[in-house]
């Protein structure tokens, strides 16, 4: 683009001779190079703008009155701008580089990668952030291999920004601890109602289902008024299993409203267990109509439970033409398989 600019006004103003006065736009080309190059690019192309400048002022005859040097203060006036602009844009770049690799390393300590079998299951996880530069956000997830059987939580945090995730790590911190020593569902869930009751302040909140799984072909489901996850049968069928009463969020419970009741759903070899954000189901596209979830259960076919959580993710990123407007986790289980619609026993 500098070089471009260049070209086209040293040939309108040899065209349209010294007359027009062109030649002071001959500092578009530093004025460009500026905005998208090194400091290094934009004097090397401010050198040659004078140059090019001082040649067609001799050309011009310009340098015989004091417009040809006006002229030659101008395009070193916008150079020296442009190499600021650039010095200024390289350090900021470098910061931001600085920010993002300390926040991967952030995500990676919060929302550390699920394991790939658990217990009998097999297990995968997909983020979504709602904005691309983000890689951390409200949207918290946790799968643990613990005495009582597999237990998992998928929660969302009221709000965004770093107190989001400051609440996310409270949640998990304390779903990491309790899940190994409280014998039951109900405890756990209490346990980190407590937690989030001392942490969060006003009417903050956060939306939870957690999920116990044992080897009795059943799952335990306790939800805080989270979207119910989405059980895909073996011939393919769908369901949504509703708790029995719906619960008020974590760090609620002091506002009162009914506890959480646990429910157990079938959950046999061959099916599969999709916990998820409202983000995944309030994704809307170009018409505004939201992610029909229930209608892509076709895509979790992939005897990998990864491959097929990445078909899922890619058909919502096309319904939305991009990230979603919220953050979107997804966390799918399913048994362990040797090929589509086959698992091994349970041992």
Known sequence: MPAAAMAVVAAADVIAGPGVGFLPLVSL????AGLVGSWRRTALIGAAALVLCVTLGLYD?????RRGFTAMASVA??????????VMRGRREAELASVRSIAEVAQRVLLRPAPKTAGPLQAAVSYTSAVAEARIGGDLYEVVASPHGVRVIVGDVQGKGLAAVETAAVV???FREAAHDEPSLVGLGERLERS???????E?????????????GEAVLLNYGHPAPMLVHEDGAVDFPQPPSYALPLGLGAHGGDRPLPHRVPFAPGEQLLLFTDGVTEARDAGNVFY??????????DPDARGALDALR??????TDGPPHDDAAMLLLRYHGHGEGKSVPIQ
């Open 29 to 32: 080309g530093p004025a460009f």
């Open 61 to 65: 005859g310009l340098f015989e009155e």
């Open 77 to 86: 006036g916008v150079t020296g701008a442009g190499v600021a602009a650039a």
């Open 172 to 174: 998990l911190g304390a």
């Open 196 to 202: 989030v009751a001392r942490e969060l302040e006003g």
């Open 204 to 216: 903050k909140f956060v939306t939870a289902v957690l999920a116990e799984i044992g080897s009795d």
């Open 292 to 301: 029909p979830l229930g209608e892509r259960a076709h895509l979790l076919k």
């Open 314 to 319: 890619e058909d919502l990123m096309r319904h």
